[in-house]
């Protein structure tokens, strides 16, 4: 789930970025008539921290706690609603947290460290480490089935645990080198986003097998989530030209899709007004859609955010969007031919970015 500013998207950033923050025009009458209600950048928290690194965000709705994956800083937590800053001890390596509400405990995963940090829920204090077979790229957690899982990124595959006893179980393969986010039901299954073959992968958590696999009508699929009300999976996919894909999640047939801007990683949802959010990093945009029915949907708005913000999460409860970046420089390759070299990221300028909705005069 890494990303870089390649130098075919470096002319396309400039016109892209000048129409970041307006409005779609399915809302332009609406904008002319007087108010508009539509998500702004609100505040930003500058983070201290060399050489930045980082990969999901999520949210621990239940303990007003949005965790963020820090790679060797480990989890850094900020409070939703206070602002503080705080972090879970012996989780080096991070990709990224997730809650298990019910069970009262986060889970991290470590990376290159092959192993997962327990944590309580209330007070971010470690309570075991499990190890499990391979580096990791993410974890997740199916309340249904009390089951846990690591994406295990290059190998392909994913890794069931046991948060409670710490038990390992099945490795599942994917059939893919390149599994990127996931979700699950709520009903014992798990769908995976397989960005190197442009489809989902569904896992049935109960028996431990690989159900289906779906096209999906994108290229690199990336992000993913569940909506449980209609039963759809919004799937924002990154390739040369990103679209956001609704998905069926019992058929697989992709219902929808349209453009979205340049370098997306995650999506989210705001069950309230019923608007879905894909983070696109190169362009340094949010795409905002409304989702009208379970198969009709419209672009609301496109939203500035700040370059390399490509991973996000929503607080359902007050609608605040959280994402992140950090300041960097692109160098050019040494000869004409060359392969780009990585960005060069900037010490101490690693921030949470907090986007409200708010009246527009």
């Known amino acids: 789930m890494r990303i870089g500013v390649s130098p075919r998207t470096t002319a396309l950033v400039g016109a892209l970025l000048s129409s970041a923050a307006i409005i779609g025009v399915a809302d332009v009458a609406q904008a002319q008539q007087g108010a508009y209600i539509g998500y702004r950048v609100t505040k930003e928290t500058v983070l201290p921290g060399k050489n930045p690194r980082w990969d999901h965000v999520s949210i621990d709705e239940a303990n007003r706690h ?18 503080e800053v705080s972090e879970v001890k012996d989780t080096k390596g991070t990709n990224g947290a997730w809650a298990a509400t019910d069970l009262g405990v986060g889970l991290s995963d470590n990376g290159t460290s092959a192993d997962v940090t327990v944590f309580d829920l209330k007070t971010l204090a470690v309570k075991s480490k499990i190890k499990v077979p391979k580096e990791t790229d993410g974890v997740w957690y199916d309340p249904a089935t009390k089951t846990a899982y690591v994406n295990n990124g290059d190998e392909g595959s994913i890794t069931l ?6 038990k390992v179980g099945d490795t599942i393969a994917l059939n893919s080198k390149k599994p990127e986010f996931s979700a699950v039901n709520g009903k ?3 769908f995976v986003a397989l960005q190197d073959k442009n489809q989902i992968a569904a896992v049935d958590l109960k028996t431990k097998k690989l159900a289906n696999t779906w096209n999906v009508d994108c290229v690199q699929p990336t992000g993913m989530y569940y909506e449980a009300q209609t039963d759809r999976l919004f ?20 219902v929808y ?5 340049l370098g997306v990683d995650a999506v989210t949802f705001n069950p309230t007004e019923k608007l879905i959010l894909t983070s696109n990093g190169t362009t340094g945009t949010i795409s905002v859609f409304k989702q009208d029915s379970k198969d009709a949907y419209h672009l ?15 607080d359902p409860k007050t609608q605040k969007a959280f994402t992140v970046t950090a300041e960097y420089t692109q160098p050019a390759p040494a000869n004409a031919g060359d392969r780009q070299p990585p960005n060069r990221w900037v010490s101490d300028t690693f921030r ?7 009246k527009f005069e």
Request: glycine share 12%; hydrophobic share 45%; aromatic share 4%.
């Open 66 to 83: 949005v965790f963020i994956g820090r790679r060797d800083l480990g989890v850094t937590v900020i409070n939703v609603d206070t602002g």
């Open 161 to 166: 645990f046991d948060p409670v006893s710490g």
């Open 188 to 190: 014992g299954l798990a």
């Open 235 to 254: 799937v924002p996919c990154r390739g040369t030209k990103p679209l956001l894909a609704v998905v069926d999640a019992t058929s697989g047939k992709t």
């Open 257 to 261: 899709s349209f453009p979205i801007g």
């Open 300 to 314: 609301v708005e496109t939203v500035a955010t700040r370059l390399g913000a490509r991973t996000m999460t929503l």
């Open 352 to 358: 949470v970015i907090q986007l409200e909705r708010m």
